[in-house]
């Protein structure tokens, strides 16, 4: 039997709201991106790390917001605790993987290519992963071209961004690549569930309630709660980055060494002059020679 599929339950809401957190979360993660292409090597694995977790999150919670407004006619939905989370794990680890390629390499062509290759399988894999985590009585099929084609609206998007993030400067480059982000993850999330079939195959006699027959946790008891932590650290990224002059521009900011006092890096020093040059004695060689003639004259 042929489920009764609706992924827009509330109508645009969650597709508005989901696109919203994937933006944040991106937003966050890239900008943290740049900025370690500009920190110390000892501060650019902190700033790295931040944004794979910034991008993961902001990843996740888009799918499950993205969720709540999925819905099949026929039968209840549950999610699965160990596969739910697995998702944010391998999201976090292979978008970790592919920023960290691009901050330790540059904007070369082949660091573009690669991390954005690797970024854009993380969101397809947590995708999938959280369609695993599923729970219904029915049975998945997918669309293998839209499948693939998801896959690529995810890899394709995520190259582009992460470009645009570290090669762009100017007021809308960190709007633009966070937007393309976006719609990377969005994009990538609902050309999968377009490519989704749902094959019930229901007891024959159904309980009063559906529940008994179904494991896990019911989506209002999972859904709710399990964004607060996610939610939670985009928050706190977003203030990490607040505080932080340098992540807002891009640029470096003023390294303070001992023995210098603040702003002592906007004042032009003279350059050294070798020991030999004359004008390090302060004395012009024309008048040197001219001294030494004169006092060959009165001898």
């Not at 993660?29 to 794979?52: E, I, M, N, P, Q």
């Not at 179904?214 to 985009?234: N, T």
């Not at 603040?262 to 004042?267: K, R």
Request: proline fraction near 7%.
């Amino acid at each position: 039997m042929q489920g009764t599929v609706d992924g827009f339950t509330y109508g645009l809401v969650t597709p508005v709201a989901a696109f919203l957190m994937a933006a944040l979360g991106a937003a966050l993660g890239l900008r943290c991106t740049t900025r370690s292409l500009h920190a110390t090597r000892s501060c650019r694995v902190g700033w790295l790390a931040l944004g794979s977790l910034s991008i993961g999150s902001g990843v996740w919670t888009m799918h499950f917001v993205a969720m709540t407004g999925f819905t099949v006619q026929e039968t209840p939905i549950s999610y699965d605790k160990p596969l739910t989370f697995a998702g944010l794990a391998v999201a976090v680890v292979m978008i970790g993987i592919g920023i960290f390629i691009v901050g330790y390499r540059g904007a070369t062509r082949m660091a573009l290519i690669t991390g954005g290759t690797i970024t854009g399988l993380g969101i397809a894999s947590m995708h999938y992963l959280g369609m695993a985590g599923m729970r219904m009585a029915a049975q998945f099929a997918y669309d293998t071209p839209l499948v693939v084609l998801s896959v690529l609206i995810a890899g394709c998007a995520a190259t582009g961004a992460l470009w645009a993030a570290v090669t762009l400067r100017g007021a809308l480059s960190g709007p633009g690549a966070s937007v393309l982000m976006a719609v990377a993850v969005t994009g990538m999330h609902y050309t999968g569930m377009a490519a989704l079939d749902v094959h019930l195959h229901l007891p024959p006699t159904l309980p009063s309630d559906l529940s008994a027959v179904l494991p896990g946790d019911r989506p209002a008891e999972m859904i709710g709660p399990m964004l607060v932590g996610p939610g939670c650290f985009l928050l706190l990224a977003a203030v990490v980055l607040l505080f932080d002059p340098g992540a807002v521009t891009g640029e470096p900011g003023p390294v303070h060494r001992p023995g210098r006092r603040p702003g002592d890096h906007l004042v032009p020093r003279a350059r050294p002059r070798p020991r030999n040059d004359p004008h390090a004695r302060g004395r012009h060689p024309r008048s040197t020679a001219r001294e030494g003639t004169g006092r060959a004259r009165y001898r």
